[in-house]
């Protein structure tokens, strides 16, 4: 199993980065697929997520309306489009592939993170 995050990277405030994570060794379309970062100093925290069912969509309240996430899985990616950047968004963005499996714990892949800095 393998997620590799790429895209980060500095930005300007007010700026725009789309984040990619593609994904192999494991059937993407049943994975609900999410992104979390994690700031200097702070706990990792989710990001966004889309759903492997339907493809619906959730944010964290810190960036709703300014992220996208999206996926493709006929080439096993997702992707993070992030605008009107701020400099809390910096942090390591962390890519999550998710699937819960009834009593037995769930598969819970994560990549390596790609570090996102906003600053001017």
């Known amino acids: 199993v393998q997620l590799v995050e790429s895209g980060g990277g500095r930005v300007q405030p007010g700026g725009s980065l789309r984040l990619s994570c593609a994904a192999s060794g494991f059937t993407f379309s049943s994975y609900d697929m999410m992104w979390y970062r994690q700031a200097p100093g702070k706990q990792r925290e989710w990001v966004a997520v889309?759903?492997?069912?339907?493809?619906?969509?959730d944010y964290a309240n810190s960036v709703k309306g300014r992220f996208t996430i999206s996926r493709d899985n006929a080439r096993n990616c997702v992707y993070l489009q992030m605008n009107s950047l701020k400099s809390e968004d910096t942090a390591v963005y962390y890519c999550n592939a998710y699937r819960v499996r009834g009593l037995q714990p769930a598969y819970d892949y994560w990549g390596q993170g790609t570090q996102v800095t906003v600053s001017s």
């Open positions: 889309i759903r492997s069912a339907g493809g619906s969509t």
